[in-house]
């Protein structure tokens, strides 16, 4: 069974750092692609950060470019987002998702999900 757990999220102030972790099993850490989305009340998940397998290509979203930076570690099948400088409106549940043959910010083309970590930031 292929499964995704996140942890590390919780309460912080403007300007703080968190750090992510989304544990793999079976089959899902050896997909292509790993990436975080996250979702805000009221609004639609959308795309953070990704990466491929071996690593070495990533992309992010424009919002938290320069702030978050995504890493894996295939030795502990587990996929990290740093999260540095943080702003009240990066307050979301974050997801961690796995793609086997895609690499973009569709949520849709996702095909393995956790069930998401709180991250809230007060002003």
């Known amino acids: 069974q292929v499964q995704l757990v996140e942890s590390g999220g919780g309460l912080v102030q403007t300007g703080d750092s968190l750090r992510l972790s989304c544990a793999a099993s079976g089959r899902a850490f050896s997909s292509p692609t790993m990436g975080w989305f996250r979702q805000a009340p009221g609004k639609e998940r959308e795309f953070v950060a990704q990466?491929?397998?071996?690593?070495?290509?990533?992309t992010y979203a424009d919002s938290v470019k320069g702030r978050f930076t995504i890493a894996r570690d295939n030795g502990k099948n587990t996929v990290y987002l740093f999260m540095n400088r943080l702003k009240p409106e990066d307050t979301a549940v974050y997801y961690c998702?796995?793609?086997?043959?895609?690499?973009?910010?569709?949520?849709?083309?996702?095909?393995?999900w956790g069930r998401g970590t709180q991250v809230t930031v007060s002003s």
């Open positions: 998702a796995a793609s086997n043959d895609y690499y973009g910010s569709d949520v849709g083309r996702y095909d393995t």
């Open positions: 990466l491929t397998r071996n690593g070495r290509e990533t």
